[in-house]
């Protein structure tokens, strides 16, 4: 057990240190520059090349690198070319607007999915089952903008029920940003549910065919204490893989969602930033979503040994 | 019973008389379609009929967030649209008559044998921080701007000044080495900023001295301005006592934002939009005739096949631009083959036939240049992604090449590769894009901006040397205030481009706004240096 979660938690460091690796190459060979711009593209070049050497992009590749890790690992994930504000600056008002953001959407994934999953695989084949495997296909199916710009026009421009995008902050009360947050998550819950109902469906129907679940019926136990207590929390632990997942698109994968609703989220930030070749803030933003991606997966696998007692006496889970 | 209200007897001044019968002509000149006309007169009649009202908030929507608070360096129109109002500018371009006036200052005279422009500056300016302006602020800004490190685009535009002089506190003497035309439209774009503030503007909280103070930007949020009440001109002074800024990316949810009322106006959107909202009665839409903003294709001649003016010719023929403006601008736009329209004093009428749709014409070129049926040929358009007009006329002229036996690619990339690729590598054959400034004086026209050589910006690669006596006329247009002899330089500079074709120019194309009813006194700007200090709230 102390070995699994040592081992664990030591593979983050050479994931995060290849991923630093990878983002600033990625961002270094993308054709374009930020000193052009910004200047724009009727800037005299001697402009333009004051611009560049200002912010050390004449520098080699090599000490760009060496600099930028040098920052991080004082904290400072660098500073806007364009807005020089800060990356944590940034970060730190346009996460939260995520966060909420991917939580409600979790919520409304969780609200469709679990029930709807339980009820497709406690009664496979039945009318229900084939309607929700059909609505997942329609969910999966439809792009997130066009259902996004369709729930803007009916609960926004014909209803007027909810702003028609727009972030309205906390410090503006919470139901003004519950009404702000609503679309966009019914928008991104509604794509992440499908996802998560199949995953659930299909982890319950094996879980329930299995011996014990025979044995616990057979046993005399009542269905709802077989379907909660034995069936359900077997049938989480991969479903609990896919959440972890699901929450690191959520987290990182908001950007069509906050455009379409303009929200001033991470997904935007991040963005803006690689259109912009604004290299600082790209690579920072993007080191900061690989490692809470990472940082959640790792989450998820510490979780294992709490849902999986095979996982927490050290038997083979097939980990090890 | 409740009586009715008593009737308003409409009385109109001469002034406005006079501006009425002017914006008519102008829109009319510009060819602009009935609606546009309609529109504007709309808007400038809203903004002088009624008594304006003080208060309240105006949301704005625009397309994009900016990305600099540098008022010398960020370029972006979002910024222009926004900053106009936060500074003072030594002029300004009347969004209706196009003429460029006086703003800040209060009179430019040339002197000293025409090699000196004195520019009287007013007492009793104040800037957002207290701080009187002067001409040593006036001075500071201008010296700024031509400083290579300080990183401004706007160098190339004051670039003919050779050194700013102060005379006493409200007069300065700009020393340059003849008469240039295109310094007072280039202050249109100078925004004067307090010597105290230095130079490193972009890590700064704007301080200007115009209608609007700055509050705050949040990125990606909101850019957020307050009326500032002690504007030195009563005259043009803000009415609405805050202005927000909201970029939205998306352009149906912009346009939803309005329907739904949680926006005020929305400011340039695509023209194939107009139909819809001008047939909602909820919004009024104010369209710019089109006039500044013109179709161009940059056209790359250091490498084959655009070195040889047969084949650049070609591509002038090879655009019906009837068809797409009636169908890819909704008839807002006009063909044309100079970079000004009818309205303009410096429009040679003669241009305006020398470039159409003629597939035949374009074949017959190809031929001449070496390629007959397209065989040996090798071009293709480059197209920055999130511009979908430039896709369309890309598809169009590849099209027509097509139908003459080349199929031309069209590669599509992001923004910033696509300015990289035009303005660094040269890495392109043919690219289109909306260039502005045909509105203004030919003088800043000519001497700014992509297409036009000689400046260093030429992306086309065109040397002086490559059209005989083309310097030269813009020369004599640039240096002279007799306007007889500058149209007759400037006629003989587009008939020099028609010759030589360096780029064609296509069209000029509308430029679109929509807001809600209760906003009033909006007129929009051509060039995106909005004023929004005649804008006000009736409910």
């Known amino acids: 057990m102390a070995r699994y979660l040592i081992w664990r938690g030591l593979s983050v460091i050479p994931t995060l240190t290849g991923i630093t690796i990878l983002v600033f190459l990625v961002t270094y060979f993308i054709p374009g520059d930020p000193a052009r711009m910004l200047a724009g593209t009727e800037a005299p070049p001697e402009v333009v090349a004051g611009l560049r050497h200002q912010w050390g992009l004449d520098r080699p590749i090599h000490v760009r690198y060496g600099f930028w890790m040098a920052n991080i690992a004082r904290g400072n994930l660098g500073e806007s070319y364009f807005s020089h504000q800060t990356v944590l600056q940034l970060v730190r008002r346009a996460f939260p607007v995520t966060f909420e953001l991917a939580m409600l959407s979790l919520v409304v994934a969780l609200l469709i999915a679990v029930p709807s999953g339980i009820l497709s695989a406690v009664r496979p084949g039945s009318w229900f089952d084939l309607g929700a495997t059909a609505a997942g296909f329609v969910g999966l199916s439809v792009p997130g903008f066009w259902l996004g710009i369709m729930l803007i026009y009916l609960f926004g421009v014909e209803l007027r029920w909810l702003p028609a995008g727009g972030f309205a902050p906390l410090s503006g009360g919470l139901a003004q940003n519950l009404r702000s947050m609503l679309l966009p998550a019914i928008a991104l819950g509604t794509f992440a549910s499908t996802q998560l109902m199949r995953y659930l469906r299909a982890g319950m129907l094996d879980v329930l065919n299995a011996d014990y679940i025979r044995t616990a019926r057979a046993k005399g136990l009542a269905a709802a204490m077989v379907l909660v207590r034995h069936a359900m929390r077997n049938a989480l632990i991969p479903f609990m893989t896919v959440l972890g997942v699901q929450m690191g698109y959520l987290l990182g994968g908001t950007v069509i969602t906050e455009s379409v609703f303009a929200l001033p989220g991470m997904g935007r930030l991040v963005l803006n930033a690689i259109l912009n070749r604004d290299y600082q803030v790209a690579t920072g933003i993007i080191l900061l979503i690989a490692a809470s991606f990472v940082l959640l997966n790792l989450a998820v696998d510490l979780l294992y040994p709490v849902l999986d007692p095979r996982v927490r006496l050290g038997r083979s889970t097939g980990w090890e | ?539």
């Open chain 2, 1 to 539: 019973m409740e009586k009715r209200p008593k009737r308003q007897t409409p009385s109109i001044s001469r002034r406005r008389l006079l501006a009425h019968a002017g914006l008519a002509a102008t829109a009319a000149a510009a060819g602009g379609a009935p609606g546009v006309v309609r529109d504007l007169l709309r808007a400038q009649a809203a903004a002088q009929s009624a008594q304006p009202k003080r208060g309240g908030t105006l949301t704005v929507s625009q397309s994009v967030d900016i990305n600099t608070l540098h008022p010398w360096v960020g370029n972006l129109n979002v910024w222009k649209v926004i900053k106009t109002g936060i500074y003072d500018q030594l002029s300004y371009q009347d969004p209706v008559t196009f003429q460029v006036k006086p703003k800040l200052a209060k009179s430019f005279v040339w002197t000293d044998n025409n090699t000196s422009l004195v520019i009287a500056l007013p007492g009793g300016v104040t800037f957002h921080n207290g701080e009187k302006l002067t001409a040593e602020d006036v001075k500071f800004t201008i010296d700024s701007i031509r400083d290579p490190r300080v990183g401004s685009w706007l160098r190339g535009f004051i670039g003919p000044i050779k050194e700013v002089l102060v005379l006493d506190e409200t007069h300065l003497k700009i020393k340059t080495s003849a008469i240039e035309n295109q310094l007072i439209p280039a202050f249109t774009y100078v925004d004067i900023v307090p010597r105290s503030m230095g130079t490193d503007l972009a890590r700064r909280n704007p301080i200007g001295s115009g209608p609007y103070k700055f509050v705050e930007w949040i990125p990606n949020d909101h850019v957020t301005l307050e009326r500032n009440p002690a504007y030195w001109n009563e005259a043009r002074a803000g009415h609405v006592d805050r202005i927000v800024f909201r970029p939205v990316t998306e352009l149906q949810t912009r346009i939803s934002q309005l329907l739904a009322g949680d926006v005020d106006l929305v400011y340039d959107f695509s023209l194939q939009e107009v139909p819809r909202l001008r047939a909602d009665k909820s919004v009024a839409v104010a369209v710019v005739p089109p006039a500044d903003q013109m179709f161009v294709v940059y056209l790359n001649q250091r490498r084959p096949p655009f070195h040889k003016v047969e084949m650049r010719r070609a591509m002038g023929w090879a655009l019906d631009r009837q068809g797409f403006i009636k169908n890819f601008l909704a008839g807002l736009g006009r063909p044309d083959n100079s970079p000004f329209t009818p309205q303009h004093w410096a429009f040679d009428p003669k241009t305006e036939d020398a470039y159409a749709y003629n597939p035949d014409t374009v074949a017959k070129l190809l031929e001449q240049s070496g390629y007959p049926r397209g065989r040996g040929l090798e071009f293709s358009f480059l197209v920055p992604s999130g511009y979908p007009e430039f896709k369309i006329i890309s598809t169009l002229l590849q099209a027509t090449f097509a139908s003459a036996g080349y199929r031309p690619a069209i590669e599509e990339v992001d923004i910033a590769q696509w300015a990289a690729r035009l303005n660094q590598s040269h890495d392109f054959y043919a690219a289109v894009d909306y260039p502005p400034r045909g509105s203004t004086d030919p003088a800043l026209t000519y001497s700014a901006g992509l297409l036009f050589p000689p400046n260093p910006a030429n992306v086309g690669g065109l040397t002086p040397e490559t059209i005989p006596g083309y310097v030269d006329e813009l020369r004599k247009g640039a240096t002279t205030l007799d306007r007889g002899a500058r149209r007759a330089a400037y006629a003989k500079v587009q008939e020099l481009w028609l010759a030589y074709l360096p780029g064609p120019i296509y069209c000029h194309r509308s430029t679109a706004h929509a807001h809600r009813p209760h906003v009033q006194g909006f007129v929009p700007h051509p060039a995106f240096q909005q004023s929004f200090a005649d804008v006000w709230l009736a409910s």
